[in-house]
């Protein structure tokens, strides 16, 4: 990509967040991670942001699966394909290779089978890509330590008795699990508490210890490609 080409991709990017009044900084390395006029399935999709960003600065064909019904709503009157739907049981109804790209922006935590749905997105979508918390980061390690209680960060607003996040992990346990479901690592990034990226050349204790988000681009191994475990067994 030239230098140019690349100004101009980072400029209709730059025009697209100011329209959509900013983006998490999350959702900006997902979308730098999509190719443009994919297929994208976005799982967890909220309120719509990521799809509206996707489209804003991709073209995408984009579609959506949202448990609750309010999310489902503002989607719909954004103009946005989505469905209800939960990301536990309803992402075994679709077929293999249906999207280009399946995204989790911060939902592997809230669902109660992560390997399960990532063993699905990876079935579903030629890559997947997943962003969360990262549990493992130093300011949520002190408040532990210090404090003796749950810890509550910007991007962990709740208190635990009413978090919808049920299976926290750091960097460090998302990258045991791609190992465990047989996933490439094609690209990744872990985004400090002002939103930058760490160093790529950084040892991974470093991106663990200070990265307050993880951001995967994710593929299957073919060779390694089994029919993912259905909930319950």
């Known amino acids: 990509m030239t230098m140019l080409m690349r100004f101009k991709r980072d400029l ?5 967040v100011r329209a959509l009044g900013g983006a998490r900084v999350d959702l900006l390395a997902v979308a730098d991670m999509v190719a443009s006029g994919a297929k994208v399935l976005d799982v967890g999709c909220g309120d719509g942001e990521l799809l509206q960003l996707l489209a804003e ?20 009157a954004k103009g946005l ?45 030629r890559h997947g890509i997943v962003s969360f918390p990262n549990f493992g980061h130093w300011r949520i390690r002190l408040q532990i330590l210090l404090g003796g209680r749950m810890p509550r960060t910007d991007n962990l607003p709740y208190a635990w008795w009413e978090s919808p996040n049920i299976h926290f992990c750091s960097i460090k346990d998302f990258r045991e699990l791609c190992h465990v479901v047989g996933a490439t690592m094609e690209k990744s990034v872990a985004l400090d508490a002002w939103g930058r990226a760490l160093r790529f050349n950084a040892p991974w204790w470093t991106w663990n210890l200070l990265g307050e988000q993880g951001v995967f681009l994710l593929s299957r191994r073919e060779a390694t490609r089994a029919p993912p475990l259905r909930p319950g067994r």
């Open 12 to 16: 209709t990017m730059a025009e697209a």
């Open 57 to 76: 600065t991709r073209a995408v064909d984009g579609r959506g699966i949202e448990l609750s019904r309010e999310g489902v709503n503002e989607c719909v």
């Open 81 to 125: 394909a989505v469905i209800q739907g939960d990301a536990d049981t309803d992402l075994a109804d679709y077929p293999d290779d249906a999207f280009d790209y399946v995204v989790l922006s911060q939902t592997l935590q809230a669902t109660r089978q992560p390997r399960i749905v990532l063993e699905h997105m990876l079935r579903i979508g």
